[in-house]
């Protein structure tokens, strides 16, 4: 996947599930975050995704609807956040759909 600017690429490594893990979040930082009423996000295992060198990747915590931290991974130059790392799923991160390439 990458950023709206390109500037900030990162890649899965992990295996795909059949079907897949989708979240589609209602939280109020995701409604913000993708100015919609919702963000659809893909599950995946903490560890199966690498952020490319030199991109300028840019983490921001804020607090989720749950009370507990949210770390969004977003590029340093646009601002498009990537996926989030929730700490109320500490074994998952949320990639954020529309921005997977593949």
Wanted: negative net charge; aromatic residues 6%; glycine residues 12%.
């Amino acid at each position: 996947g990458s950023c709206v600017c390109g500037q900030t690429i990162y890649e899965y490594t992990g295996e795909y599930s059949s079907p897949p893990g989708v979240v589609a979040c209602h939280c109020n930082a995701c409604r913000k975050t993708s100015g919609s009423n919702r963000s659809l996000n893909l599950v995946v295992p903490v560890g199966s995704v690498t952020v490319n060198p030199g991109s300028p990747e840019k983490l921001v915590t804020r607090k989720g609807d749950s009370g507990k931290d949210v770390v969004y991974h977003s590029c340093g130059n646009c601002g498009s956040i990537m996926y989030a790392d929730p700490a109320l799923f500490p074994d998952d991160l949320w990639l954020k759909i529309g921005l997977l390439d593949d």
